[in-house]
């Protein structure tokens, strides 16, 4: 099935993101999602972007491949994404009680980048060092106060090679 002209479904949206966030979790490329479930990698990019909609069957696929229940893809879905004729839109999630499947962490656009190479990590103490590290840098410490400028930022890098000094 493809969207409409009126643009993506929210809830497919939402499946889409949750489909995107677990394959990386899982360490998995778009090539292998779609071959295990027998369609092209560019249908599952349509299936991670809301450009299709997933059937219910592929769905479930889906879900024994990804390793999650079904509901898995529709945790966290705002209230206000289905609203029956005469009902009023209401605030909130439709499902409370979220399993822990990890974060949405596709709500930043370079999160999926860092996902993917944090499971490129196979050592598993450089796993844990860099998840340190970050919660040092996070909001709420003071992370590394000797390397930040006035401003409180990084300092701009410099292009070309480093001068010799002597």
């Not at 809830?11 to 995107?20: N, T, Y």
């Amino acid at each position: 099935m493809t969207i409409q002209e009126d643009g993506p479904d929210p809830i497919d949206v939402h499946v889409g993101q949750r489909m995107r966030v677990r394959r990386i979790q899982k360490n998995m490329s778009q090539s292998a999602v779609a071959g295990k479930m027998s369609v092209s990698f560019q249908q599952v990019q349509k299936f991670e972007n809301a450009q299709n909609r997933i059937s219910a069957a592929r769905l479930y696929k889906l879900s024994r491949i990804l390793d999650v229940p079904v509901e898995y893809f529709f945790e966290g879905l705002p209230a206000h994404a289905f609203v029956l004729p005469g009902e009023e839109p209401s605030e909130g999630v439709l499902r409370e009680e979220k399993q822990d499947y990890g974060i949405d962490l596709m709500a930043h656009p370079q999160a999926a980048e860092l996902l993917k190479v944090f499971f490129q990590i196979e050592e598993g103490a450089t796993r844990r060092a860099l998840i340190d590290f970050m919660k040092r840098l996070g909001p709420g410490e003071d992370a590394m106060p000797a390397i930040l400028g006035p401003d409180g930022e990084l300092p701009k890098r410099k292009r070309g090679r480093p001068r010799k000094e002597g």
